[in-house]
């Protein structure tokens, strides 16, 4: 809690036994799609941790998606296919387990050579049949940029349902086959920053948001990237993004998610810490985990206590209406 109402975590990840990423490698080794059965006692093992970091950080309730890492989205499609519903089982399950901590959003089966219309039939169940309250999307499928870019209609289908079950898209990409940067330890944060910039540029400057107004995209980690120019430069959108295109504030550089908040604006800034997740180094000047970011936030000066409470609990649940929170 924070001053009397709840904070929501608007960027949480599955946490699951060694088992479960098991199972997806045999898959793939075998070639063939096979099911999971995961015991409520396994999982809880798992789940006990993740609520313990997030009792430390002071986080009420969290969206939990799936691990970009392990979405494994260059896979057949039909290892593709059998494996998203696995996942969006294991998500379902652990909300069974906490209705009260988490709620779900959902990796979808994306692909590289086929377009979104393929992620509409499990974009429905697990809204309607699960109870989830958003989708996941990685823009790189592949890890080769060879995707089309979100303005492209390989990926209207998959808008469309969003618009028509009033759950929004949460953009985070995966790993990445760039050549480049394979030496650098974690090469797939690279991958974030670049490919969540590129989608907020391409959002912002595409026409997406005309042809769906009642969209409304997420995208994780403040958007990747500051703006390095001024807000009438050519550079930057001029169009009023406030309704469709909202970031969360998981950033662990405290300069860096204040110039976030007065780029982007509050209104546009939901909660986000990735916990437990790749922030957990210790600040060396409070001894606190980096993603320990309630406190952060409370402490910037420019920040008044309604653009506070806007962050950690009216923009979220402004955003995913479907989630029913007090």
Known sequence: MHNGYKVLDVHGHMSTPPEFRGHVANMVSQN??????????????????????????????????????????????????????????????????????FVGAAQLPLNRDRDTSACVKEFERCVRELGFV????????????????????????????????????????????????EFIRANYQINNVTEEYIAMMILSHGDVFE???????????????LHRFIPTDHHIAQKDLSNNLFYDCCAYDVDFLEAAIKQKGVDQMLFGTEAPGSGGAVRPETGRPGDDLVPVIDSLEFLTAEDKRKIFHTNPRKVFTRWNVD
Request: charged share 25%; aromatic share 8%.
């Open 134 to 181: 958003a989708g996941y999307v990685n823009p790189d499928p592949a890890g080769d940029r060879q995707t089309p870019g979100l303005n492209d209609a390989y990926w209207y289908p998959l808008y469309e349902a969003s618009v028509d079950l009033e759950a929004p898209l949460i953009v985070h990409p995966s790993l990445t086959y760039d050549r480049r940067v």
């Open 211 to 225: 042809r769906y107004p009642k969209l409304k995209v997420v995208i994780c980690h403040c958007g990747g990237a």
């Open 32 to 101: 063939t799609p096979a099911k999971l059965d995961l015991p409520d006692e396994r999982l809880e093992t798992a789940l006990q941790r993740h609520l313990k970091i997030m009792d430390e950080r002071n986080i009420d309730v969290q969206i939990i998606g799936p691990r970009p890492i392990a979405m494994w989205h260059w896979m057949r499609p039909f290892l593709q296919d059998a494996w998203t519903r696995i996942t969006n089982d294991v998500i379902a399950q652990s909300v069974r387990l906490h209705p009260d901590r």
